[in-house]
């Protein structure tokens, strides 16, 4: 009888189960079953006479780590619990313990976590007279991790300054190591490039550590990065046996310092190494399996597979072309309705996913409109991230001058300079002469215990806030409120930290302004009052069960690992998936396409997929080209549902009424037409041959497509996606457009 541990195993899996000696590559597919290939491997070498001493096993997350453990428990007993097992970080923070005083720190280090980290780099900056303002803490402090994390000593990045700003940050980075190691702490880098420095420097404890680590397993290697690379180099260097399981087409972390290098070039480093190719999957449709196997094809420099499958064909895939983002909202709230209605799925078997957390704001309140319950997975509701409260805050207290809460929340924020002490003598002042904390401000001066650095500061703030509340009957609503988050400095202080964090921070921002610019298009005499109000209401029904039939909202990238029955993958649009401000690089257009390719690999019976022909950014409606993915995916596969504007039943109540085929701008009064009327033509005689879809060449950008026709005769404007530039909106009149 074959023993419990290789049942219910295919061919590839029990050959990567059973290759235990020397290097082995396992590329792993999307629901190929790579952590019962792991969990069985382990249990194997177990049964084989080889100790749970001598075997490592890396994950990327304690939790990963723990359910394996329990597989593993499951298959063989108790005896999986003495197996070095967790996160990198985890595993050489133990060794550290034991090994710290070979490089200058006690056994009882300190580590500290990010929030511990910032504010010592704050005192330092403070101590070298580095304003705050000026250089922003946490971006020193992401530039001191990604060198870290690169193996750049502070030596090393003091001899590569290239401005200001790097020279600043290396003054910072050497002090900043310097008084972790007075202070005998480690931060999290620290754990992973202190356990390299105590191998290099000390031969006999890397030898002891190769002799008791017989055996390395690595999952998710594609996402390793550079010290993680090293330090498994050093443990497996004598004995070789080192199994890394992963998949280059799921590399998704760069930003993070993920080197996709490192699986793609194992073979380089172990040109004995054999590789197993787990191809087969267990999620998906063959229909969707298919879609993301040929898409993934269009990346180079990949480990060749096929996946393929044994499951039932399945539906196609449904591109839902919508009309700006808010019809993307309705347009998935219908079809979630549909399935539900027909009892083909429950909420909870949906998964919504989007490229960045500012999408998530238009699809929040279509669901919210229709009392649809969600979760959100990586992150929080838009409306209650810190940034949108932030400035919600500002907003309130500009409406309402006596929100003393909402000035707390704002006084300091973006740094001022006003303490704690400050603070409370203001407060003090607003008491004793019963006034609000705002209008206390504009007597600040009189508040003899406050220095002239706290006056001045609390003076310029108050008058931010005069002077938008003399305009506020001068401007429009979204200019106000533009221009007042531009004064404020919230926007210039996410620039400046210029970390990935903090650009996640400034979209959202954006997101936040363009939503006021859609209320105010939408609603007549459009006030602050009322969209603050409008906000207030839909926040109440923010608190969900994460344990309720719920849909589940996420980013791509907080998706891997994960399958729904169900999946929304929204903005498929150039600029957004692919990602990017500016000209692409190849290697980043790669990962934006492995991103993709996991949203869809989520996927288990029915993938939807949404692009918008407008979308609201920077409080303006933008002309949005679709994404150049879609090309890439086999046309066969793809459904495209032509009567868009038609209910099957009508269960959106939201103030859009429905679909329009045109939207009137309060101010500018020009009409936006979709591109799904090819007859449109304009009426002048001079214009009247030009259309959607029409490829044209311009004297200057070159060749092109007309994505979209507006208004009529001589301000008639087009939208031209050009190969050269990307999408140019042109006077017609003025263009001297050639068609080709």
């Not at 970080?89 to 550290?96: C, I, P, T, W, Y």
Request: net charge neutral.
């Amino acid at each position: 009888m074959e023993m419990k541990y290789l049942q219910n195993i295919n061919p590839p899996q029990r050959e990567a189960i059973e290759t235990i000696q020397g290097p082995l590559i396992v590329v792993a597919g999307p629901g190929s079953g790579k952590t019962r290939v792991l969990t069985h491997r382990i249990a194997y070498l177990m049964t084989q006479n080889i100790s749970s001493y001598n075997i490592l096993a890396l994950t990327f997350t304690n939790k990963a780590a723990s359910e394996m453990k329990d597989r593993i428990a499951n298959l063989i007993g108790q005896g999986a619990h003495h197996v070095w097992m967790g996160t990198f970080h985890s595993v050489f923070a133990r060794l550290l313990r034991m090994e710290a005083e070979k490089i200058g720190f006690q056994k009882n280090y300190s580590i500290y976590d990010e929030i511990d980290s910032l504010k010592l780099i704050k005192r330092i900056m403070v101590d070298l007279h580095i304003p705050h303002q000026q250089y922003s803490p946490q971006g020193i402090r992401y530039r001191i991790s990604q060198a870290k994390n690169s193996l750049t000593t502070p030596d090393e990045f003091s001899r590569n300054v290239y401005d200001i700003s790097s020279e600043q940050s290396a003054k910072v980075y050497f002090e900043y190591s310097k008084r972790l190691k007075e202070s005998n702490a480690m931060d999290f880098d620290d754990l992973l490039i202190k356990p390299i420095e105590l191998f290099q420097r000390h031969k006999n404890v890397l030898n002891v550590y190769q002799d008791r680590f017989k055996y390395l397993l690595v999952d998710e290697y594609q996402d390793t990065n550079h010290a993680q690379y090293v330090m498994l180099k050093l443990l497996a260097e004598k004995n070789r046996n080192i199994c890394v399981v992963g998949d280059d087409a799921q590399s998704i972390y760069a930003f993070r310092g993920a080197d996709i290098r490192n699986i793609l070039e194992f073979q380089k480093d172990y040109p004995e190494a054999k590789i197993v190719r787990l191809e087969q999957n267990y999620r998906s449709t063959k229909t969707i399996l298919a879609a993301a196997d040929n898409l993934i094809k269009y990346n180079g420099g990949q480990i060749e597979k096929n996946l393929w499958t044994e499951n039932s064909e399945g539906e196609s895939i449904t591109l839902l072309d919508c009309i700006d983002d808010r019809n993307e909202g309705e347009e998935i709230v219908r079809n979630i309705f549909h399935g539900v209605n027909n009892q083909e799925i429950r909420y909870s078997d949906v998964a919504i996913m989007y490229r960045t957390n500012a999408q998530s704001r238009s699809v929040e309140d279509s669901l919210r409109r229709n009392s649809i319950p969600y979760v959100i997975i990586g992150g929080v509701e838009f409306y209650q991230r810190k940034e949108i409260k932030d400035v919600l805050a500002y907003l309130r207290l500009l409406v309402n001058p006596k929100d003393d809460e909402s000035f707390m929340r704002i006084v300091n924020f973006p740094n001022r300079g006003l303490g704690e002490v400050a603070v409370k003598h203001l407060q003090a002042y607003a008491k004793a002469n019963s006034k609000s904390l705002l209008d206390a401000m504009q007597e600040s001066g009189r508040i003899i215990q406050l220095s002239k650095r706290a006056k001045d500061s609390i003076y310029r703030l108050h008058e931010i806030f005069l002077k938008f509340t003399n305009l506020k009957t001068n401007l429009s609503l979204s200019e106000l409120c533009r221009s007042f988050v531009d004064e404020i400095g919230i926007i210039s202080h996410f620039n400046d930290e210029g970390t990935p964090e903090s650009i996640g921070r400034n979209e959202n921002i954006q997101e936040l302004l363009s939503a006021i610019s859609e209320y105010a298009d939408d609603h007549e005499n459009a006030s602050l009052e009322g969209f603050l109000q409008e906000v207030s209401l839909v926040a109440d029904l923010d608190s969900w069960d994460e344990k309720a039939n719920a849909v589940t909202l996420m980013t791509l990238h907080s998706a891997k690992g994960l399958e729904f029955p169900v999946v929304f993958i929204t903005g498929l649009e150039e600029g957004l998936l692919p990602y990017y401000n500016s000209s692409l690089e190849s290697i980043e257009l790669e990962e934006e396409r492995r991103l993709f390719y996991v949203g869809i690999t989520r996927a288990m019976k029915k993938l939807f997929l949404s692009h918008c022909q407008t979308r609201y950014k920077f409080t303006e409606h933008s002309y949005q080209s679709p994404s150049r993915f879609i090309n890439e995916l086999p046309s066969e596969l793809i459904e495209r549902p032509t009567s868009r504007q038609k209910y099957l039943h009508d269960p959106v109540k939201s103030y859009s009424q429905g679909y329009r085929l045109k939207k009137e701008k309060s101010k500018k009064k020009e009409t936006y037409f979709e591109d799904s009327h090819p007859d449109y033509e304009n009426e002048s005689d001079e214009f009247k041959n030009i259309r959607s879809g029409m490829l044209v060449e311009h004297e200057t950008f070159g060749k092109g497509k007309v994505m979209h026709v507006v208004g009529k005769g001589e301000t008639c404007k087009v939208v031209v996606h050009f190969d050269s530039v990307g999408s140019k909106t042109l006077m017609l009149k003025y263009a001297r457009l050639k068609k080709v």
